[in-house]
């Protein structure tokens, strides 16, 4: 009977915590179909990941208030023809520019290395199954390796999406 209660104990614990559930974290969203929230890089996001251009097709869902690398704050549409010229980057970078001011106007306790990237599909099969997507994600970069990404846990606030 013991037993019983202190594994309830933790379950609920481990709900209450936010820890994502094991079909997310086994099966991972491709990062194409990404909504507005946090995502880890790996299974278990608490030691930084490597900022590469491979790690980031599958990502794993996670609260924002459990540790994560990734923050989604906006998703969209770009008009650009072509998804590799510098018009579609300008365009991606205008569009989650304004999103991020939007979305961290008034925040206080900001990480100071707290940046923000996008995400658009690769141009040919991913680009003619997406569309013209855009992701922008904020992210902290490890201030002693820029090519890692520590994880953003914010116990001390959550940004809500409006």
């Known amino acids: 009977m013991t037993r019983r209660k202190i594994l309830a104990a933790a379950v609920a614990l481990f709900i209450s915590l936010g820890w994502p559930s ?6 991972g969203t491709f990062y194409l179909e990404l909504k507005t929230g946090c995502y880890s ?6 030691k ?31 008009k650009a023809k072509d998804l590799n010229s510098d018009a579609a980057k300008k365009e991606a970078g205008i569009a989650c520019d304004n999103a991020a001011i939007d979305t961290l106007m008034g925040q206080k306790d900001l ?16 680009e003619k199954k997406y569309g013209k997507k855009i992701f922008c994600f904020f992210r902290v970069a490890d201030p002693k390796n820029d090519k890692y990404t520590l994880s953003i846990k914010r116990t001390f606030r959550e940004v809500t999406y409006v």
Do not use: M, Q, R
């Open 22 to 27: 094991s079909e997310a974290l086994s099966k």
């Open 41 to 46: 890089a790996n299974k278990f996001p608490n």
């Open 48 to 78: 930084s990941s490597k900022w590469t251009d491979t790690n980031y097709k599958t990502l794993y869902s996670t609260s924002c208030t459990s540790p994560h690398h990734y923050e989604v704050f906006y998703t969209g549409k770009i």
């Open 111 to 126: 990480p100071p290395t707290l940046t923000y990237g996008y995400f658009f599909p690769d141009p040919g099969a991913e």
